[in-house]
């Protein structure tokens, strides 16, 4: 099922972020969006996640219990290694025989190119590996839905691609609902299928295009 926005209403204080504001955003597809700084990027990202709630209008199309998020920073708990961090997103789950957790977060680490530092602990690890095992950690929880607010842009050329590269690679593998956000337009256009762009607030979508 696509997400449907309708007749959005959201504000903060005098600051009206969205007013009247209608969208649809197709399953299984990723939806770039770019936009000036504070124009309401992230908080769309908010209002989908549940972390906020809007004042009118209504969101359909998520299960609210079936969403992962990729923050700018990695986000990892420091006092747990690379392969607890990983398996802490099973927790609600019952554990299933034979090690099977191990072996889907064995399989993730590989193919982010982390197998040998499972149990290494975050401080251990580059900005790039620890943003890495965030990717991971989205992929390997059972959402239908992943939000990704800024997740490169602390890092550099370079490691910005291998990243980029990693996630379409999983992202094929494992087709999910994304809706990433950006400043960055090289960004938005390597990652998405298609590309809104968002005015000042209160938000207008000042185009939308098709990859």
């Not at 990983?86 to 034979?98: H, I, M, P, S, Y």
Request: proline share 4%; hydrophobic share 40%.
């Amino acid at each position: 099922m696509s997400i449907i926005i309708k007749n959005l209403r959201k504000a903060y204080g005098d600051q009206i972020i969205f007013d009247d504001f209608s969208l649809i955003l197709e399953k299984n597809k990723i939806t770039g969006i770019l936009g000036p700084s504070g124009s309401g990027k992230t908080t769309l990202l908010n209002l989908c996640s549940g972390l906020d709630q809007p004042d009118g209008g209504t969101i359909e199309g998520i299960n609210l219990s079936s969403i992962s998020y990729i923050f700018q920073e990695p986000r990892l708990l420091p006092w747990r290694t690379i392969r607890e961090n990983l398996r802490f997103v099973f927790k609600d789950q019952a554990v299933k025989r034979n090690g099977a957790h191990d072996q889907e977060i064995d399989a993730m680490l590989k193919l982010v190119g982390l197998e040998t530092v499972g149990d290494y602990y975050p401080q251990e690890l580059s900005g790039g590996m620890r943003q890495r095992v965030a990717i991971a950690r989205a992929f390997l929880y059972p959402s239908e839905l992943l939000l990704m607010d800024e997740p490169f842009s602390s890092l550099d050329l370079a490691l910005k691609n291998k990243l980029m590269g990693d996630f379409l690679n999983i992202w094929e593998k494992d087709k999910r609902t994304v809706i990433f956000v950006s400043h960055n337009q090289d960004e938005i256009n390597r990652l998405s299928h298609e590309i809104l762009t968002f005015s000042d607030k209160p938000v207008r979508i000042l185009r939308r295009e098709t990859i």
